[in-house]
């Protein structure tokens, strides 16, 4: 049974740069898509980013493009995600998810099929 285990969330000051890490660990791995999502308060989960293991393809959601980096290590069985210039908006719960098989909405939550449990990231001055 895989599980997966955020890393590296916490309390910051807006403007700097935090990296996340999400590590499978229990049994082999071998994903199609992992991911980030992130659930701020009083609001639904949204996707972040994207990548497809096999590639490191990457994917973005709007808000994450050009200030969020996703990449993964395949001998670690470790994603990361570098967040630049994070601000108030970022603060949130963010979720670490694995899709064992493709799909053409990796965006979707619904796609994936392995959680972690998320990590706290609270940006505030």
């Known amino acids: 049974q895989v599980q997966l285990t955020e890393y590296g969330g916490g309390s910051i000051q807006p403007g700097v740069l935090r990296r996340l890490a999400c590590v499978a660990s229990?049994?082999?791995?071998?994903?199609?898509?992992m991911a980030w999502f992130r659930q701020a308060p009083g609001k639904e989960r949204e996707f972040v980013s994207a990548?497809?293991?096999?590639?490191?393809?990457?994917y973005y959601a709007p808000s994450a493009k050009g200030r969020f980096t996703i990449s993964r290590e395949k001998p670690k069985d470790t994603m990361y995600l570098e967040m630049n210039r994070l601000k108030s908006d970022d603060t949130a719960v963010y979720y670490c998810?694995?899709?064992?098989?493709?799909?053409?909405?990796?965006?979707?939550?619904?796609?994936?099929?392995?959680w972690g449990q998320g990590t706290q990231l609270t940006v505030s001055s």
């Open positions: 998810a694995a899709a064992r098989s493709a799909s053409t909405t990796m965006t979707a939550a619904a796609a994936y099929d392995l």
């Open positions: 229990g049994a082999t791995f071998s994903p199609y898509f």
């Open positions: 990548i497809r293991w096999r590639d490191a393809a990457e």
